[in-house]
């Protein structure tokens, strides 16, 4: 029968653009492919800066969870890179490039088994499979230090972590005081959030500075500030979450008198209140007095007079620093303070640190907290420099918990590619031909390392390869790129170490990504949902998973799949989209 004449089911709205099978998964492929080229110039200790520029701020940073989260990616099946290199931000801290590279180098060297028709669940199976290998094989060759050696080798952690950043030159400056930072945290918790990191702009990046303690920026004040004392020592700390000043009425309050007598008795009310409060605080003996809620003029010049400094507004971390520091508990009323709850430290002072003022908390004796001062000559100078020191004190963070490292400057990378294509002759069928594509795919990282040096990376890649192909034990084992002497060398016995920890989650989430993109055969694209103000429903792309968003979203995403659906990054294969199923039956 003519298929004229066969009836037709119409399956979804009039307008929805679907994109399936082979075609689908190639054009995923080729779009995180797009995301590693823009990021792999950012690798390692010569890896280039990327300005993103978003309309009202211009950030400058190689980092990569940075970068990833700037730019603007409509492409649904994209975005699963940069959900990887934020969770290895989370997670580790350094390794985000590396991440997002070596889940692009695996799906590239699974595109030609998708091209020859090779099942996608099949292909699956093998990189979990080679994942759980290599996995394997990270925890058997993690080495660890003890006692004394095991500060060398957390400042060697912290050293690499710094050596791909702005502040490389100064590591030998910033690697020791990031580990003396986390040292300070309680070994329990290690909650990096307790080290403050204060930005202030002027004076060289050498004077920066580690407080072990408590220095936050000076708060707003009032007339009487200037008459209190900036210098104390063995105060008492008094922190409060209460209001110290006088409160005017609301708007629509009214007081009805008969007397005018009775006024003033009502203004006295208020004034006592006021007073009994600021005596409650002289009363407990405190010398310094914090509060997360406004202090004011009356209250400042009260204190001032009896030689009390004070300060209202400090802000919650702050204020919880301080606390985690000098031992004294945050208060809500000032009734019944007990010497229990007031704090102390060996020295308070007011300092001025380039154009500001700031307050510090030093010799505390419950420090489980720390504060460092970065200075710099410009704003973007001082951004990166905070995100290059929490990187560092994220991987010794993840270092001081698993006490394991590995060589870095592709070391690792290497040998696990060995180890897999030894492995890879030991099976048969097509499990051996993904495992050997999984070890190709670590030599990307090694490859980039040269490639942004400058060096021959052909060459590199050939030395190393024999050099871990004839490896005897640990001789051999270590060799990486050497982007100093644009070379190889064993780059454990150099100091370049990374936290087992942070290729054991990069290597992971790398692997599940890749695993994630694979398996989706079908994307639909709602226009319905990408409407501005239209609630969310069905399978919708735009900003929020689908709901309302800019008016332009419809065309960024259309563009984002190659102009004509999924099947537009094919180059043209493939049709527009399927709205219909026609054949006998309407099957």
Same mark, same amino acid.
């Given at each position: 029968m003519n298929s004229a004449f066969q009836p037709q089911i119409i399956l979804l709205r009039e307008g929805t653009d679907t994109s399936q099978g082979k075609a689908q998964i190639i054009s995923n492929i080729n779009a995180c492919q797009a995301i590693a080229e823009t990021v792999k110039t950012t690798l390692g200790p010569r890896g280039m800066d990327k300005l993103?520029?978003?309309?009202?701020?211009?950030?400058?940073?190689?980092?990569?969870? *940075?970068?990833?989260?700037? !730019?603007?990616?409509?492409?649904?099946?994209?975005?699963?890179?940069?959900?990887?290199?934020?969770?290895?931000?989370?997670?580790?801290?350094?390794?985000?490039?590396?991440? &997002? =590279?070596?889940a692009a180098e695996i799906l590239k060297e699974c595109k030609d088994f998708i091209e020859d028709g090779l099942h996608p669940r099949v292909i699956i199976k093998g990189l979990r499979e080679s994942c759980n290998i290599a996995l394997a094989k990270i925890e058997e060759l993690g080495v660890s230090q003890e006692n004394e050696k095991f500060r060398a080798l957390l400042e060697k952690c912290a050293g690499t972590a710094l050596n791909s950043k702005l502040i490389a030159r100064q590591k030998h400056l910033f690697a020791p005081m990031v580990v003396d930072a986390v040292t300070y945290l309680d070994a329990d918790m290690c909650d990096i959030k307790l $080290?403050?990191? +204060?930005?202030?702009?002027?004076? @060289?990046?050498?004077?920066?500075?580690?407080?072990?303690?408590?220095?936050?920026?000076?708060?707003?004040?009032?007339?009487?500030?200037?008459?209190?004392?900036?210098?104390?020592?063995?105060?008492?700390?008094? !922190?409060?979450? $209460?209001? =110290?000043?006088? +409160?005017?009425?609301?708007?629509?309050?009214?007081?009805?008198?008969?007397?005018?007598?009775q006024y003033q008795s009502i203004v006295d009310a208020e004034w006592s209140i006021i007073y009994e409060k600021l005596d409650k605080c002289v009363e407990s003996g405190a010398q310094v007095i914090l509060s997360r809620l406004p202090i004011g003029d009356l209250a400042t010049q009260y204190f001032a007079d009896r030689g009390i400094f004070s300060a209202g507004r400090v802000g919650n971390d702050d204020l919880d620093r301080v606390s985690k520091a000098t031992g004294a508990a945050v208060q809500t009323s000032v009734f019944g303070i007990t010497e229990k709850v007031l704090g102390l430290c060996e020295v308070f002072e007011e300092k001025g640190l380039g154009d500001e003022r700031y307050n510090f908390f030093t010799g505390c004796p419950k420090a489980k907290t720390a504060t460092i001062i970065l200075r710099g000559g410009g704003e973007q100078f001082l951004e990166e420099t905070d995100r290059s020191v929490h990187d560092a004190l994220m991987i010794v963070k993840r270092a001081m918990a698993s006490?394991? &490292?590995?060589?870095?400057?592709?070391?690792?990378?290497?040998? =696990?590619?060995?180890? !897999?294509?030894?492995? @890879?002759? *030991?099976? =048969?069928?097509?499990?051996?031909?993904? /495992?050997?594509?999984?070890?190709?795919?670590?030599?990307?990282?090694?490859?980039?390392l040269a490639e942004n040096a400058g060096i021959d990376s052909t060459d590199v890649l050939n030395r190393l390869r024999k050099e871990h192909a004839t490896a005897k034990g640990d001789e051999g084992r270590w060799f990486g790129v050497d982007v100093l002497n644009e070379g190889i060398c064993d780059t454990l016995e150099s100091g370049v170490w990374e936290p087992a920890a942070n290729k054991l989650n990069s290597l992971a989430a790398a692997t599940e990504a890749a695993c994630c993109i694979l398996s989706i055969d079908e994307t639909v694209r709602n226009p319905q949902s990408e409407k501005?103000?239209?609630? @969310?429903?069905? $399978?919708? !792309? #735009?900003?929020?998973?689908? #709901?309302?968003?800019?008016?332009?979203?419809?065309? /960024?995403?259309?563009?984002?799949?190659?102009?004509?659906?999924?099947?537009?990054?094919?180059?043209?294969?493939?049709?527009?989209?399927?709205?219909?199923? +026609?054949? +006998?039956?309407?099957?």
């Open positions: 993103v520029y978003d309309g009202q701020r211009t950030t400058i940073s190689n980092d990569g969870a *940075t970068i990833m989260r700037l !730019l603007d990616i409509v492409h649904p099946a994209a975005k699963t890179l940069v959900d990887i290199s934020m969770a290895q931000d989370a997670e580790v801290g350094d390794g985000t490039t590396s991440v &997002v =590279l070596l $080290v403050g990191i +204060k930005k202030i702009t002027g004076g @060289s990046v050498t004077d920066s500075q580690l407080i072990q303690g408590v220095a936050f920026k000076k708060t707003f004040s009032y007339a009487g500030f200037e008459q209190q004392p900036k210098h104390l020592k063995n105060p008492k700390i008094l !922190l409060l979450n $209460v209001e =110290l000043e006088l +409160k005017s009425e609301k708007e629509n309050a009214e007081v009805r008198i008969t007397d005018p007598d006490r394991k &490292v590995v060589a870095g400057g592709g070391a690792i990378e290497m040998e =696990l590619s060995h180890v !897999l294509r030894m492995h @890879s002759r *030991t099976i =048969l069928g097509k499990q051996q031909l993904i /495992m050997n594509a999984y070890a190709r795919a670590f030599e990307v990282i090694p490859r980039q501005p103000g239209a609630a @969310s429903q069905g $399978v919708g !792309l #735009g900003p929020g998973g689908g #709901g309302g968003g800019r008016g332009n979203t419809k065309r /960024m995403v259309s563009e984002a799949m190659g102009g004509r659906g999924m099947a537009g990054m094919m180059g043209g294969r493939g049709r527009r989209g399927i709205n219909s199923f +026609k054949g +006998k039956g309407g099957a």
